[in-house]
């Protein structure tokens, strides 16, 4: 009897501490495109400095990528983010010698996490006409 009675406690205590922990790991939210910076080096060649904010808690839950999305949807450009940054927020990375085809004026820049993947907020930037130029965003 004592035998069920331990456990039961330790079934209810396994579930409340995966509910805690999940709870803790789904707090940090979805990843988010803060501020972007696009700069035309060159005939239909671009670099893009993209900011995301996101709550990183270590190596299970943090901001993992940010992409540029063209008009169509299609992925044009990647950065793959290697490791959580929980105390550098929000941060920015680099990408550089991304090529666009001249009929697309802007894209759409999107950041990921390894628990949400995509969904949070994004940004829209238009490109730089000339090169050397450079446009700036933010939320």
């Known amino acids: 009897m004592q035998s069920r009675a331990v456990s039961h406690v330790m079934t209810r205590l396994v579930l409340v501490g ?3 922990f999940f709870s803790i790991s789904a707090n ?5 495109v803060v501020a ?3 700069t035309k080096t060159g005939e239909n060649t671009y670099r893009f400095d993209v900011t995301v904010a996101h709550d990183d808690t270590g190596w299970d839950h943090y901001a993992n990528v940010w992409q540029l999305i063209g008009p ?4 044009i450009g990647e950065r793959i983010l290697a490791h959580p940054h929980v105390y550098e927020q929000p ?3 680099s990408l550089s010698g991304v090529s666009i085809p001249a009929e ?3 894209v759409t820049l999107r950041a990921g996490d390894l628990v949400h993947e995509f969904g949070g907020a994004e940004l829209y930037i ?4 000339e090169v050397g ?3 700036t965003v933010s939320d």
């Open 36 to 38: 972007a910076t696009a």
């Open 126 to 129: 238009e490109l730089p006409a």
């Open 133 to 135: 130029q450079t446009v």
């Open 18 to 20: 995966g509910a805690l």
């Open 72 to 75: 169509d949807g299609a992925i």
């Open 28 to 32: 940090a939210g979805e990843a988010d």
């Open 91 to 93: 941060f920015t990375r």
């Open 104 to 106: 697309i004026t802007g």
